[in-house]
Antibody
Framework: EMQLLESGGGLVQPGGSLRLSCAASGLTLSNYAMTWVRQAPGKGLEWVSALSGNGAFTHYADSVKGRFTISRDISKNTLYLQMNSLRGEDTALYYC?????????????WGRGTLVTVSS | DIVMTQSPDSLAVSLGERATINCRSSQSVLHRSNNKNYLAWYQQKPGQPPKLLVSWASTREPGVPARFSGSGSGTDFTLAISSLQAEDVAVYYCQHYFITPLTFGGGTKVEI
């Protein structure tokens, strides 16, 4: 069974950093494009970042560009999101999600999310 | 960026009745190269991650009940639930995947 398990969330002060992880099981991350999607408390879904299947291309929402970095470790079959210069508006549940096919970016597998709270 | 607008924000439907959710994109998500609409629908139940229901505007995912159907083309799309069941209470989102940034609609809450 394919599964994604996020970790690394927590409480951080404004201006601080966190690194989120998404461990994959039952699938090989290097075969798929992957994304991060976040959901602020009581709000809708916001796409954050994506990494192409070959690992060569990254994409970011304007709201996080220059502050967040998506990456992966193939040997650990894990996707990451390095988040720097965090702001209150980054407070959200962060999901990693698998892209169905490398050229067609709908999301057919989601983790349960990890909560990031940015507050002093 | 392509803006996705859903309507209504919420709707209450009796058990067994039909529910209809609309989604409009600010530009066409119909790709001329393959004549496919790059539009997906997701269901999110309380405390759970989103679940993919429909891709390509009208293709149900394996295991999704036949009472769910997607339709539309270009900029206007609909998700219909033909006979609402109690387990269909959720928030439904549309999402385009025509180009990055990927964007979602604001969500439609379906209640009994």
């Amino acid at each position: 069974e394919m599964q994604l398990l996020e970790s690394g969330g927590g409480l951080v002060q404004p201006g601080g950093s966190l690194r989120l992880s998404c461990a994959a099981s039952g699938l090989t991350l290097s075969n798929y494009a992957m994304t991060w999607v976040r959901q602020a408390p009581g709000k809708g879904l916001e796409w954050v970042s994506a990494l192409s299947g070959n690992g060569a291309f990254t994409h970011y929402a304007d709201s996080v560009k220059g502050r967040f970095t998506i990456s992966r470790d193939i040997s650990k079959n894990t996707l990451y999101l390095q988040m720097n210069s965090l702001r209150g508006e980054d407070t959200a549940l962060y999901y990693c999600a698998k892209v169905a096919y490398n050229d067609y970016w709908y999301l057919d597998l989601w983790g349960r999310g990890t909560l990031v709270t940015v507050s002093s | 960026d392509i803006v996705m607008t859903q309507s209504p924000d919420s709707l209450a439907v009796s058990l067994g009745e039909r529910a209809t959710i609309n989604c409009r994109s600010s530009q066409s998500v119909l790709h001329r190269s393959n004549n496919k609409n790059y539009l997906a629908w997701y269901q999110q139940k309380p405390g759970q991650p989103p679940k993919l229901l429909v891709s390509w505007a009208s293709t149900r995912e394996p295991g999704v009940p036949a009472r769910f159907s997607g339709s539309g083309s270009g900029t206007d799309f609909t998700l219909a639930i033909s006979s609402l069941q109690a387990e269909d209470v959720a928030v439904y989102y549309c999402q385009h995947y025509f180009i990055t940034p990927l964007t979602f609609g604001g969500g439609t809450k379906v209640e009994i």
